[in-house]
């Protein structure tokens, strides 16, 4: 089988899903459990084999259009009967969530070698889609180990699949350092470009040049591998809520980005600091964060908040949240909820005192028609930064703290 690099993303479909699976057991590649259903009650078992959570898509999906992550059988039912068709010539694939990192190679196969220019490492753990998140290379948290695993199985999966030409690989590393397979896509990826500006290697043409008949050796590659650059590049993405009235700013595994920005410089945090200012955040050291905070990311988000409260930020939260910062020694000014009848969240965003706002929610609680849909619209309304991923807020943090000068005392 040879598989010349085209706009589709061929290996995700439902028809070549036993195909690519018979490869990956062939190379003895880990792949999490999944499975194509064609009904609700099939889909339903299989989820029920598999273990909840699950991730649930279409066949097949472009931008991770209609893809979820689904808690339990009353939400899986929900998603099928509603967010999807679902039949015999439409299958929904269902397949295990895994929590961890997400990384991300592109690289080229002549038939023969494989070139991988560099891995990219996302800063947001798995659950929101890639071209949603901030990426970064070289890698800054994973082992040599992980890398090389991911290297082998790169070069095994390009001579495996017969591919000629650019193909992309994202691989998840779970807590416990092993690495799963999200996907392969036989063609160029939206980060061709990045990582060509960040490596040096034009991968376009280099792949072009291949799929013509030009092997990589010929062309003067003969590293798997080469020397990763010494700076570091971070690509973020840039988003249009401001423009595109309704749509919730909530990151998922579909995606929203509507183009991205890229900084680089000899440290991460002012390789980021570009990048988050090119992408259009205002990034302040002072003011006002609101916070609201699922109960499953309390204690997450508690030293995070602690960073803000020590540099000098008011604390503003929800009563639960802010009960929880209080008991940990957060000044904390509560504000009552929307379904409480209170309108003092919207109207202390709308009147300019919030800075950032920051907004995890249960993966059981619905998309729309919550409080936190309505603040984090009234938020993008009013050109306030939203986080609702706590990844993020770490590394803005990290930003922040080398950004902002220190007060100190005079020794007397």
Same mark, same amino acid.
């Given at each position: ?204 043409? *280099? ?5 013509? #008949? %030009?092997? !990589? @050796?010929?062309? +003067? =590659? ?92 008011? *604390? ?5 949240? #802010? %009960?929880? !910062? @209080?008991?940990? +020694? =957060? ?82």
């Amino acid at each position: 089988m040879k598989i010349i690099g085209t706009d589709c993303d061929a290996i995700e479909r439902a028809e070549n899903r036993d195909a690519f699976e018979k490869v990956l057991k062939k190379l003895g590649i880990p792949q999490p459990r999944g499975r194509a259903v064609t009904n609700i009650e099939d889909g339903v078992q299989a989820a029920q084999e598999i273990g909840y959570p699950v991730l649930v898509r279409p066949s097949f999906v472009l931008g991770g259009r209609a893809m979820q992550i689904v808690a339990d059988e009353e939400q899986l039912r929900h998603y099928l009967k509603t967010a999807v068709e679902i039949d015999e010539d439409k299958p929904v694939l269902v397949d295990k969530y895994i929590i961890g990192k997400e990384l991300e190679v592109d690289a080229i196969c002549d038939g023969v070698d494989v070139f991988v220019p560099g891995i990219m490492e996302l800063v947001e753990r798995t659950g929101i889609h890639s071209g949603d998140s901030i990426s970064v290379y070289p890698t800054f948290s994973v082992s040599q180990e992980v890398k090389g695993t991911i290297l082998s199985y790169a070069k095994q999966l390009g001579l495996g699949i017969g591919i000629v030409g650019l193909y992309n690989i994202q691989f998840i590393v779970d807590r416990q350092n092993r690495v799963y397979i999200i996907e392969v896509n036989p063609r160029s990826s939206r980060t061709v470009p990045f990582l060509s500006k960040s490596t040096g290697y034009s991968l376009a043409d *280099i792949a072009t040049l291949v799929i013509l #008949g %030009k092997s !990589l @050796k010929e062309q +003067g =590659i003969f590293a798997l591998y080469p020397e990763e650059k010494k700076r570091w590049y971070v690509k973020v993405p840039a988003f249009s809520f401001s423009k595109l009235n309704g749509l919730d700013t909530y990151l998922s595994p579909e995606m929203k980005s509507t183009g991205e920005a890229i900084g680089y410089d000899k440290t991460l945090t002012r390789a980021l600091f570009k990048a988050l200012q090119a992408s259009g955040m205002s990034m302040m050291n002072y003011g006002t964060v609101f916070a609201t905070i699922a109960d499953q990311d309390k204690q997450e988000a508690l030293p995070l908040i602690r960073r803000f409260y020590n540099m000098g930020f008011n *604390i503003m939260a929800t009563e639960g949240t #802010g %009960k929880m !910062l @209080k008991a940990n +020694g =957060i000044r904390t000014h509560v504000l009552l909820k929307l379904k409480d009848g209170s309108d003092e969240i919207l109207e202390a965003i709308r009147g300019g005192y919030v800075t950032y706002v920051i907004n995890t929610r249960d993966v059981r609680q619905s998309d729309v028609l919550s409080d936190g849909h309505e603040i984090r619209q009234c938020a993008v309304e009013n050109n306030v930064n939203v986080f609702t991923s706590l990844d993020t807020v770490r590394v803005l943090l990290d930003v922040l703290e080398e950004t902002t000068l220190g007060i100190s005392t005079i020794d007397g």
